[in-house]
């Protein structure tokens, strides 16, 4: 079977995770979960880069952040994991769901206006499949209606919009590193910000409403609890699986958009035909070649070519069931506008595997069994 995804590791992971026991401390804010936040600092250069124990967490961390009150409400996309929403339900807030665009599938930024009333606090903008939303204008909306822009970019690890990195754009940004990502730790996740406003509280938050870093930092002589929070660290064994993929980063973004574009070029033939649809990168958005997918014109073919896939060894799942359909969504939220391209999208789309590790021969399998299902 080929496998949809697969985690990788180096001899490195290993190494690292022993000295984690080494060091004498494997819980949260050891040594790894320090190089872990150094680099996202530098390399993205932030006021703020907190290693948290997921992406849901960050998303938790943002919503406490954004001091929300019962009723109050934040508009977001309905194609997306359900933690974008949850983070903000759990925090008080209403979700409000607007459709998406139909090329890349991110929020449709021409509906969000209409979205807004006096309840509104905050944008969130998930950046599907790595690629930018239309920043530029979400920000034009927020700042005409004083709204904070939280962006979730659980699967934009290094990706930009028109210059910029995804996920430092906004007040505040999240990263994803589960394994399905492309760079991970298994579990894990990033809360990120450039807004002063948050830089310090963020860290209180994530150490449970304590000042407990500032007490390690000698800035005070004694931590007490001082504001809300929770247990947002991961351990320092995660933080060093973590820092040994961010070290070879760059030849895994290497080898994802080589897969990527062998599967892009493979499939050219096929849209030309009307058969599929392959994913639309604007000319301003970088590609990170976090997920590559194809689009069918139905539901039944869709099914049929995951079927045929299995049959073949390979799986290749779609993905979300829209959140404004599911149970919850139609208990704890409210939806904006229709939702026509969410629906259609979430019965036509299917991933096809991506990961550092897949081999020449599993690619060559993969675009050969799908060329194959439009000749039977």
Not at 358 to 370: A, N, Q
Request: glycine residues 6%; charged residues 25%.
């Amino acid at each position: 079977m080929i496998n949809f995804n697969v985690p990788t590791f180096t001899s490195k992971t290993t190494e690292y995770i022993i000295d984690v026991f080494k060091e004498k401390h494997a819980s949260g804010d050891g040594k790894y979960t320090k190089l872990c936040n150094q680099w996202f600092k530098k390399n993205y250069n932030l006021n703020q880069a907190l290693l948290v124990h997921s992406g849901t967490a960050a998303l938790e961390m943002a919503a406490i952040l954004s001091d929300l009150d019962a009723g109050d409400e934040v508009i977001m996309p309905s194609y997306t994991f359900c933690s974008t929403a949850n983070a903000f339900l759990l925090a008080g807030a209403t979700p409000v769901f607007i459709d998406i665009r139909p090329d890349t599938l991110n929020i449709d930024e021409t509906l969000i206006e209409q979205a807004i009333t006096n309840k509104t606090k905050a944008i969130v903008p998930v950046h599907y499949a790595g690629v930018g939303c239309e920043m530029d204008k979400i920000l034009e909306i927020a700042k005409k209606y004083n709204l904070l822009v939280i962006e979730d970019a659980a699967q934009a690890f290094d990706s930009k919009y028109k210059g910029k990195r995804l996920g430092t754009i906004g007040d505040m940004g999240c990263f994803s590193f589960h394994e399905t990502k492309n760079v991970m730790s298994g579990e894990g996740g990033l809360f990120v910000t450039n807004n002063e406003t948050f830089t310090e509280r963020s860290e209180i938050i994530r150490e449970k409403g304590t000042n407990r870093s500032k007490f390690f930092r000698g800035q005070v002589d004694k931590y007490t609890w001082v504001d809300k929070g929770s247990s947002y660290l991961p351990s320092d064994v995660i933080a060093a699986y973590l820092y040994s993929i961010l070290e070879i980063e760059q030849d895994i973004q290497e080898k994802r958009k080589y897969v990527w574009n062998l599967y892009n070029n493979a499939f050219e033939g096929l849209e030309k035909e009307g058969k599929v649809r392959r994913p639309i990168i604007p000319e301003y958005c970088t590609n990170n070649a976090h997920m590559f997918y194809l689009l069918f014109n139905d539901l039944k073919t869709r099914t049929n070519f995951i079927s045929y896939l299995k049959e073949n060894n390979i799986y290749a799942p779609f993905h979300y069931i829209p959140l404004h359909s599911s149970p919850a969504g139609s208990k704890y939220c409210k939806t904006s506008s229709k939702m026509d391209i969410t629906n259609n999208i979430s019965d036509t789309l299917v991933r096809l595997p991506l990961y550092y590790d897949i081999k020449e021969e599993e690619i060559d399998k993969i675009i050969s069994t799908v060329m194959n299902f439009w000749r039977n």
